[in-house]
């Protein structure tokens, strides 16, 4: 694990908040559509930089790794009794799982001015990170893996896309979504790991609005550097 730098939620002042939206409870596919639209008006310039809050409803998503679909292990008839659908997708990675009492997050950032896809994703691993770090959890990085770890437990997931230097997909972070949900697919196709959620690792229900709260913070303190806002 890495050492923690300092939070910008000790020092709000330091983190001038971008635009942020939160749609509350999507279906996969419609929010789909939705970001879409984002991603056109930020090309367009009809919108700012802006951070996509949103909680879906149970569904796998499959994204473009080779066999990624190999990797989903429940059939169609337990996948229909459980309420899940499944989704392809554009986003990078293998297959995942996105569902109630996990903060999606969707990034619609120009990064024109800066054309570093490798940058970006540490520095949204990064305000993931920081936002954990206030729960006293020490999580990090884990070498040749994508996400945010504890130890071998993946408790964040991370996907994203590149339309014309504008991003658009983002992070899935479990706070206190049905575990039991991954048992349907090879999260990721990592077969040395498991996921991990903030309810699992610290005993307690923890808020979801809270945990928001503090991720807008540490996001915008990272990427108001990012040509914000227009």
Same mark, same amino acid.
């Given at each position: 694990?890495?050492?923690?730098?300092?939070?910008?939620?000790?020092?709000?002042?330091?983190?001038?908040?971008?635009?942020?939206?939160?749609?509350?409870?999507?279906?996969?596919?419609?929010?789909?559509?939705?970001?879409?639209q984002f991603v056109d008006d930020r090309i367009s310039g009809a919108i700012p930089n802006t951070l996509i809050f949103n909680e879906?409803?149970?569904?796998?998503?499959?994204?473009?790794?080779?066999?990624?679909?190999?990797?989903?292990?429940? $059939? @169609? &008839?337990? #996948?229909?009794?459980?309420?899940?659908?499944? +989704? /392809?997708?554009?986003?990078?990675?293998?297959?995942? =799982?996105?569902?109630?009492?996990?903060?999606?997050?969707?990034?619609?950032?120009?990064?024109? $001015? @800066? &054309?570093? #896809?490798?940058?970006?994703?540490?520095?949204? +691993? /990064?305000?993931?990170?920081?936002?954990?770090?206030? =729960?006293?959890?020490?999580?990090?990085?884990?070498?040749?893996?994508?996400?945010?770890?504890?130890?071998?437990?993946?408790?964040?997931?991370?996907?994203?896309?590149?339309?014309?230097?504008?991003?658009?997909?983002?992070?899935?972070?479990?706070?206190?979504?049905?575990?039991?949900?991954?048992?349907?697919?090879?999260?990721?196709?990592?077969?040395?790991?498991?996921?991990?959620?903030?309810?699992?690792?610290?005993?307690?229900?923890?808020?979801?609005?809270?945990?928001?709260?503090?991720?807008?913070?540490?996001?915008?303190?990272?990427?108001?550097?990012?040509?914000?806002?227009?």
């Amino acid at each position: 694990m890495e050492r923690q730098k300092l939070s910008y939620y000790e020092n709000p002042e330091a983190a001038k908040k971008g635009n942020t939206v939160d749609w509350g409870r999507t279906r996969y596919k419609e929010a789909y559509d939705r970001q879409i639209q984002f991603v056109d008006d930020r090309i367009s310039g009809a919108i700012p930089n802006t951070l996509i809050f949103n909680e879906h409803d149970p569904v796998y998503t499959i994204g473009r790794r080779k066999d990624a679909e190999q990797h989903l292990v429940w $059939e @169609k &008839k337990l #996948l229909e009794s459980r309420g899940i659908e499944v +989704e /392809e997708t554009n986003r990078g990675g293998d297959i995942t =799982y996105h569902g109630p009492g996990q903060s999606v997050g969707y990034p619609i950032i120009d990064l024109s $001015e @800066k &054309k570093d #896809l490798h940058a970006y994703l540490r520095d949204l +691993e /990064e305000a993931l990170i920081r936002t954990l770090y206030h =729960y006293g959890l020490e999580c990090g990085r884990r070498e040749g893996m994508t996400g945010i770890w504890l130890g071998r437990r993946k408790i964040a997931a991370i996907g994203i896309a590149v339309r014309q230097w504008v991003t658009y997909h983002g992070f899935a972070l479990n706070v206190c979504p049905d575990l039991s949900h991954f048992q349907g697919i090879v999260p990721c196709g990592i077969t040395d790991g498991s996921v991990t959620s903030l309810q699992h690792e610290l005993g307690y229900y923890p808020e979801l609005q809270t945990v928001k709260d503090l991720l807008e913070v540490e996001f915008w303190g990272i990427f108001t550097n990012y040509a914000f806002p227009c």
